[in-house]
C-alpha cells in the first residue's frame, strides 16, 4: 500500500500550539495529529509495531480522554495566569 499524504491549512498561532503539545508528549508532530484524529501513530522506521489487546483498548482510550482533560484544565490555569 502507497503512502497517501493529507494536507491541512491552520494558521502560526495553531501550528504553535501543535507543536507544543506534540513536544510535551514527546512525539513527532505528524504521530500527535494522527493519534488526536484516532490513527495509529506510525514512530520511526525502527519502532517496533504495538499492539493493544481489545481488552484494554477501552481502558486506554479513556485513560488518553483523562489525560486530554487535565492537559487542558493545566492549559486553562496557565493562562489564567499570563504564563
Do not use: C, P, W
Not at 37 to 59: M, P, T, Y
Amino acid at each position: 500500500m502507497a503512502d497517501t499524504t493529507i494536507t491541512f491549512r491552520v494558521d502560526a498561532a495553531e501550528r504553535d500550539e501543535l507543536v507544543a503539545r506534540a513536544a510535551r508528549e514527546k512525539v513527532n508532530l505528524s504521530d500527535y495529529i494522527r493519534v488526536r484524529l484516532g490513527l495509529r501513530g506510525q514512530g520511526s522506521q525502527d519502532d517496533v509495531d504495538i499492539e493493544i489487546d481489545a481488552g484494554h483498548e477501552q481502558a486506554l482510550r479513556q485513560q488518553m480522554a483523562d489525560h486530554e482533560r487535565r492537559l487542558q484544565a493545566l492549559e486553562a490555569d496557565q493562562n489564567r495566569r499570563g504564563h
